[in-house]
């Protein structure tokens, strides 16, 4: 099986938690469809990116990186890259290569899907990342560290998050509500 076939497997086979979600999956499998590249970046002006949440295994605190280029509280994620051979995978590589943390309690059903725009992902275009979201846990005292795509890697406590983009907040709701909090 390919990244791609997998990644339409995925896409095809999840039940979106919500009407929000389950649109986004639906333009997620056309382009899936349309384009045998959708997972590179070379796909423009969209294409496919896996991402992961971080939370603590008691749901209290949430790992977010203050992202380089954006200058904004993220979770951990970017591009397929080539051998990748699961979407889950991407979001897995993409999270121990940003956090620095190697021990995740990963689960590899999507959490969530969010489109965004991406001003500096291609010089003169505006590209769109058709992000997908899965979620792990870690133990708040695991050693993480601030990689090359980062201002900073830091626990927050779900009661004192920092200023975050709308979709986060959903992407932090969405997780709580899958670890039954």
Not at 39 to 57: F, I, K
Not at 78 to 83: D, F, L, R, Y
Not at 153 to 158: A, C, E, G, K, N
Request: aromatic share 6%; glycine share 8%.
């Amino acid at each position: 099986m390919t990244l791609h076939s997998d990644a339409r497997a995925v896409l095809a086979g999840w039940a979106p938690p919500t009407a929000r979600d389950a649109d986004l999956r639906e333009r997620y499998v056309a382009l899936l469809d349309a384009r045998p590249d959708a997972l590179e970046r070379s796909c423009l002006p969209d294409h496919l990116t896996a991402g992961t949440l971080v939370l603590t295994p008691d749901a209290d605190a949430v790992l977010l990186n203050h992202h380089r280029k954006a200058d904004s509280w993220f979770a951990f994620g970017g591009h397929c890259e080539p051998g990748d051979a699961t979407l889950a995978g991407v979001a897995l590589r993409e999270a121990r290569e940003e956090s620095g943390l190697a021990d995740l309690g990963f689960d590899p059903e999507p959490l969530n899907l969010d489109e965004h725009a991406v001003e500096f992902c291609s010089p003169g275009t505006t590209v769109h990342h058709l992000d997908v979201r899965f979620l792990a846990t870690a133990p708040r005292d695991g050693a993480h560290r601030v990689s090359e795509e980062s201002l900073d890697v830091r626990w927050w406590p779900l009661d004192g998050l920092p200023d975050l983009h709308d979709d986060m907040r959903r992407l932090i709701g969405q997780a709580l509500v899958r670890l039954g909090r």
